[in-house]
């Protein structure tokens, strides 16, 4: 359709996304919706894509409510639009009541979109301290896309800090890397939970887990904090397993530490 109607602003607002999401071409994109903007100031679509980009690229919030606000003066409900303002409203704007009124609105008329439910289940989790209900949006995420690596991670991170279902927990974060092997959180959250467990084999696991995730992204915040637990680890570990004076040249106390 994009090549076939070049000029249009649902062709225009498309190649913009495109742009945007493959080369991270975001000048490029941002002048696309504008044009887009120019020939439809409401198409709806475009409204939204700008707004997103404006928020997570630009991070100009009060221009990227001024788009979505746009967008749900043409159309109240649309969905889109109430997601992506739930999120400003959440993370910018400190307003979760608002937030969390503006997801159920777009679950109404898109009650499988995934990111929806996730985000919702994230606010209802961190900021209205709603766990049980969170916990219920993120199964029901799963249910209609078992293979949404954020959902899962998000899912094992709640049932673990919130419930204790730590085996759970695991099994969740590893589905996860099987179908997303490079999602940052989730190696850096596996590891963290595993460092948790104390044991060798977690210990190591941990390390490797971490080392991935450096190897990613070495200023990722999550994989130092979690760099930092396995430095205290280790050095916890080694005070453990190396022999007092004394025992060192001998069985009994140094030796047994030493298997652990």
Sequence with gaps: YAYAHPYEAEALSAFGTFAA???G???????????????????????CNYALLLQGVRR???????YISTALECSPEYPPALTYGA????TVFDNPKTANDMYSRALVRSPKHTATLI????????ALRDVNMAHTLLVRALRYNPDDA??????????????????????LYRN???VDPSNLAVLCNLAHLLLAQKGPA??????????KALGLNQHYEDAKRVALSIASWSIALAAHTLPSRGTAGRGGSGSAAGKG
């Design 21 to 23: 999401k493959t080369s």
């Design 25 to 47: 071409d975001y000048v490029g994109a941002e002048g696309l919706y504008r044009e887009a903007l120019r020939k439809d100031p409401t198409h709806l679509q475009t409204l």
């Design 60 to 66: 100009d919030y009060t221009k990227a409510w001024h």
């Design 87 to 90: 999120l400003l409203m959440h």
């Design 119 to 126: 985000n919702q289940a994230h606010l209802l989790w961190r």
């Design 150 to 171: 954020v959902a899962l991670c998000g899912l094992g991170k709640l049932v673990s800090d919130e419930k204790q279902e730590i085996e759970k927990g695991l099994a």
């Design 176 to 178: 996860a890397l099987v």
């Design 202 to 211: 977690a210990f190591v696991e941990a390390s490797e887990l971490l080392d």
